[in-house]
């Protein structure tokens, strides 16, 4: 069941940090920082998120991101920088959980996780596409305040239940990608990459 605990958190914190990266590690840093939560054993490789220079600079990029996310096509703009960082980030996150792991493991966490942070991050920045084809501005503001509750409440939620936070995760990833293509011709948008 440790196992299994472990493999939750390392692809729940690398879901989450497919949606908002910076605001993963600042949350996550801010409550080790504070002793907010206190870490088991097995996840004290995460102390490193609450030393001050991690908090510092993830807080500093989360207000980047704050403000970049409200702004039409600039969050688009911004989504597709991070269409690598994201992934790279959401994988680094899941071998930090893991600790000092065999380097087959790692390659595995590895690829679990940055897929499992590209296919969040995909998520999101096709949402938002899509929002910047509404001609009122309160969508990407409405949808940029509902990731950060999303991030901040997966958080929480991952602290108490990791498998039941990572189950929800993966049913609304399956949802999502089930109803996507439906609704982009439905809209009729078009996305070069």
Known sequence: MERLNLLSVAL???????????????????????????LAPQYQSLAILGQPIVVIISCVLFLLEFFADKIPWIDSVWDAVHTIIRPIGGALLAIQVLGHSSPTLDVIIVLLAGTTALATHTAKATTRLLSNTSPEPFSNIALSVGEDAVVIGGLALLHYHPIITFSIFLITLVVFFYFAPKILRATKVKLWL
């Open 12 to 38: 729940g914190l690398a879901c989450l940090a497919g949606l908002n990266l910076y605001l993963t590690v600042f949350a996550t840093g801010l409550a080790i920082h504070f002793h907010w939560i206190v």
